[in-house]
């Protein structure tokens, strides 16, 4: 998997240090909150390599907060 994500960085330009993509993750956190009848959905922001690595994947990062109603 890292080769992978390693050469879609570098087919963009981007060349992260590992140790730093693998603090960058863990840093990447998110929380649920249930009230009654609602759940919001909160994620820490996407600092240092997260964001260019997640373009390089072409993954789409959630949103920073997402409220959801149960039918």
Same mark, same amino acid.
């Given at each position: 998997?890292?080769?992978?994500?390693?050469? &879609?960085?570098?087919?963009?330009?981007?060349? +992260?240090?590992?140790?730093?993509?693998? &603090?960058?993750?863990? $840093?990447?956190?998110?929380?649920?909150?249930?009230? %009654?009848?609602?759940? =919001?959905?909160? $994620?820490?922001?996407?600092?240092?390599?997260?964001? +260019?690595?997640?373009?390089?994947?072409?993954?789409?990062? +959630? +949103?920073? =907060?997402?409220? %959801? =109603?149960?039918?």
């Amino acid at each position: 998997m890292r080769k992978e994500l390693d050469a &879609r960085c570098r087919k963009v330009g981007f060349h +992260p240090e590992w140790g730093d993509v693998l &603090r960058d993750l863990d $840093r990447l956190q998110e929380v649920e909150i249930a009230k %009654t009848e609602r759940q =919001i959905t909160l $994620r820490t922001p996407a600092t240092g390599t997260i964001g +260019p690595l997640f373009k390089a994947a072409r993954i789409a990062l +959630p +949103p920073n =907060i997402n409220e %959801t =109603i149960p039918a």
